[in-house]
């Protein structure tokens, strides 16, 4: 993570920080749906700012989830004093989920949300929110549609904020996810209309943690069946390889569940398997 000091925020984003403050403070009191990520953490802390007790953070736990984001979301909560609920969620039986289909997103948002937001009423809280922002408007992201059905807020989007808004803000605001790695749910290395299992879930979680713990924070393990295509930028294609050939990271890979091992030669994209996906 880099420590250069972060240049002043322009006007414009400095106006788009004060449009956000202020559509939270209109909210009152807020659930933020809180993974960890880039675009919920500065969502959460900012809430928290301009809120205090009545922000609150929901974080659910279920397959998809790799452990180390729970760790990583608890972790900050915990050192910022913010009220965290962690909700287990047996994403397996979410209707049509473990189908693959090519909206598995809308349904694991329509179910997941609809939780957060009964767990937000019994705390008394009348708004959930989470960190949808305008760059990802540009993506097949059928996710985005359960959240209109459910009147779930986006006010980073509200706001006007994109990607490299928000990445420029937390890093003002000295988030420790300003140069955090962009995630997804680890259902998405999975093809679509391929089962999804607990199983392959784990493997790739387990592989991912290799490829992580190897010094390559940018990465996706896809699953073919048996086969893990490993996508990272194309500057690190070369060491990528020479570190599974030279140390045990192949090995731990291939202990993850997967019998052949593969470096995707067009790189780290994401959602790559989105591109034959007609939106």
């Given at each position: 993570m880099s420590?250069?000091?972060?240049?002043?925020?322009?006007?414009?984003?400095?106006?788009?920080?004060?449009?956000?403050?202020?559509?939270?403070?209109?909210?009152?009191a807020?659930?933020?749906?809180?993974?960890?990520?880039?675009?919920?953490?500065?969502?959460?802390?900012?809430?928290?700012?301009?809120?205090?007790?009545?922000?609150v953070?929901?974080?659910?736990?279920?397959?998809?989830?790799?452990?180390?984001?729970?760790?990583?979301?608890?972790?900050?909560?915990?050192?910022?004093?913010?009220?965290?609920?962690?909700?287990?969620v047996?994403?397996?039986?979410?209707p049509?989920?473990?189908d693959n289909?090519t909206?598995?997103?809308?349904?694991?948002?329509?179910?997941?949300?609809?939780?957060?937001?009964?767990q937000?009423?019994?705390?008394?809280?009348?708004?959930?929110a989470?960190?949808?922002n305008?760059?990802?408007?540009?993506?097949?992201?059928?996710?985005?549609?359960?959240l209109?059905?459910?009147?779930?807020?986006?006010?980073?989007?509200?706001?006007?904020?994109?990607?490299?808004?928000?990445?420029?803000?937390?890093?003002?605001?000295?988030l420790?996810?300003?140069?955090?790695?962009?995630?997804?749910?680890l259902?998405?290395?999975?093809?679509?209309?391929?089962?999804i299992t607990?199983?392959?879930?784990?493997?790739?979680?387990?592989?991912?943690?290799?490829?992580m713990?190897?010094?390559?924070?940018?990465?996706?393990?896809?699953?073919?069946?048996?086969l893990?295509?490993?996508?990272?930028?194309?500057?690190?294609?070369a060491?990528?390889?020479d570190?599974?050939?030279?140390?045990?990271?192949?090995?731990?890979?291939?202990?993850?569940?997967?019998?052949?091992?593969?470096?995707?030669?067009?790189?780290?994209?994401?959602?790559s398997?989105?591109?034959?996906?007609?939106v």
């Amino acid at each position: 993570m880099s420590t250069d000091t972060p240049s002043p925020l322009s006007a414009e984003l400095s106006k788009k920080h004060e449009a956000l403050k202020e559509h939270l403070i209109k909210l009152g009191a807020v659930a933020v749906a809180f993974s960890g990520g880039v675009d919920s953490t500065l969502l959460l802390n900012v809430a928290a700012d301009v809120l205090g007790d009545n922000a609150v953070a929901i974080t659910a736990r279920a397959q998809m989830i790799p452990a180390r984001e729970i760790r990583e979301a608890s972790d900050f909560c915990a050192k910022r004093g913010i009220r965290h609920v962690v909700m287990d969620v047996d994403a397996l039986t979410i209707p049509g989920f473990a189908d693959n289909p090519t909206d598995r997103c809308y349904l694991c948002k329509s179910a997941l949300f609809a939780r957060i937001i009964d767990q937000a009423a019994r705390l008394g809280i009348p708004y959930v929110a989470e960190g949808a922002n305008t760059s990802d408007l540009g993506d097949y992201r059928p996710g985005l549609k359960a959240l209109g059905e459910l009147k779930v807020d986006s006010p980073l989007l509200a706001a006007g904020l994109s990607k490299a808004d928000v990445r420029a803000l937390s890093r003002k605001l000295s988030l420790p996810t300003w140069d955090k790695p962009s995630y997804a749910c680890l259902a998405s290395r999975i093809p679509y209309n391929e089962a999804i299992t607990a199983e392959k879930l784990r493997s790739v979680e387990h592989a991912e943690d290799a490829l992580m713990d190897a010094g390559f924070p940018q990465i996706r393990c896809r699953a073919h069946g048996d086969l893990a295509r490993i996508e990272v930028a194309p500057d690190q294609r070369a060491a990528l390889m020479d570190a599974l050939i030279s140390t045990d990271l192949t090995k731990r890979i291939h202990d993850a569940g997967f019998a052949y091992v593969t470096v995707d030669a067009d790189g780290y994209r994401t959602g790559s398997l989105n591109q034959n996906v007609p939106v």
